[in-house]
């Protein structure tokens, strides 16, 4: 088991936000971070305290896929799409509200160490909506992420109807349970993970993942009509990550930092791309 907890990343981070609210939007110095997140997607993070309550904040959080240039290549991402993705944050009634942007892009530099991101978009929590313009990052450093790793044991396979695999089958040979600690930033997730190389292509990973809030009660999920579960399904090449859009998951039992088993049937699309479709099951015990 690995537990990360080094923070090192310095910076800015600033986006204009109006709408439901209006936000003049500067992350604290000390609450940067530039994280590389277990499926290699890359995390940038700008958070706000407004007192010293854990829960009294305002963050933006922007998800760029692993296939990002790191020798400073200019790169362009839609939002909405499973390209790349925002998050913002508010402080209102008495609890925090999650913003997702559904359309917009992001302008990326990024050398491996130092990354400039400009943004704007539109984000939606139900029916309250969010303009935000003139966001710009500039980071400098890698934080590693608040995450505790347990290598498992136990099993998850799928059987795709569909998609970008060479074959219909995804055997995991390597499983690993993640558990996170954002100390009062996100919610805290338990992540069961599964993953292989391609038989005939070995340097093409594909992981495959049940992330589960541990606030989230019950063993029935719809996949649809949920922020609390998700499933997706990363290929680490040019296609990169998808999540379920649809589909159900069944637990056979609470899960834990130790243990998680059910099945699931899920919808994925990429883009504009047509659907697939994943059936399996899993069972992943921490090993000892």
């Keep these: 088991m690995s537990r990360e907890t080094v923070r090192g990343t310095t910076g800015t981070f600033v986006v204009t936000v109006r709408g439901a609210q209006d936000i003049d939007f500067e992350g604290d110095p000390s609450e940067m971070r530039l994280e590389r997140e277990w499926n290699d997607e890359w995390h940038l993070v700008g958070l706000r305290r407004l ?51 559904f359309e917009g892009s992001v302008e990326v530099t990024f050398d491996g160490t130092h990354i400039t991101a400009s943004f704007s978009c539109t984000a939606a929590f139900g029916s309250s909506q969010l303009k935000l313009t003139n966001g710009k990052a500039d980071l400098t450093g890698l934080s ?5 790793q347990y290598p498992a044991t136990g099993e998850l ?45 070995p340097l093409t990973r594909n992981i495959f993942a049940i992330v589960i809030r541990k606030d989230e009660k019950g063993l029935t999920h719809d996949l649809a ?12 090449d040019m296609y990169g990550t998808v999540t379920a859009h649809a589909g ?16 699931f049937s899920c919808s994925f699309r990429r883009n504009d791309g047509p659907v697939f479709t994943a059936e399996g099951t899993f069972r992943l015990t921490r090993a000892e």
Excluded: M
């Design 225 to 236: 009509d949920s922020n609390n579960v998700w499933i997706q399904f990363q290929r680490l």
């Design 248 to 263: 159900t998951l069944t637990l056979n039992e609470e899960v834990t930092d130790d243990h998680a088993s059910g099945e």
């Design 51 to 101: 007192s010293n309550k854990p829960e009294d904040f305002e963050a933006c959080d922007v998800y760029l896929p692993a296939d990002l240039p790191t020798d400073g290549t200019p790169k362009s991402y839609q939002f909405g799409n499973n390209t790349a993705r925002l998050h913002f944050w508010t402080r209102e009634n008495q609890g925090n509200q999650t913003y997702v942007a």
């Design 157 to 201: 396979s799928v059987d795709f109807q569909g998609g970008p695999l060479p074959g219909s089958k995804f055997v995991a040979t390597e499983l690993r349970i993640d558990s996170s600690d954002f100390d009062g930033h996100r919610p805290d997730r338990r992540i069961f993970i599964g993953d292989h190389y391609d038989k005939d292509l």
């Design 144 to 148: 590693i992420a608040l995450t505790s």
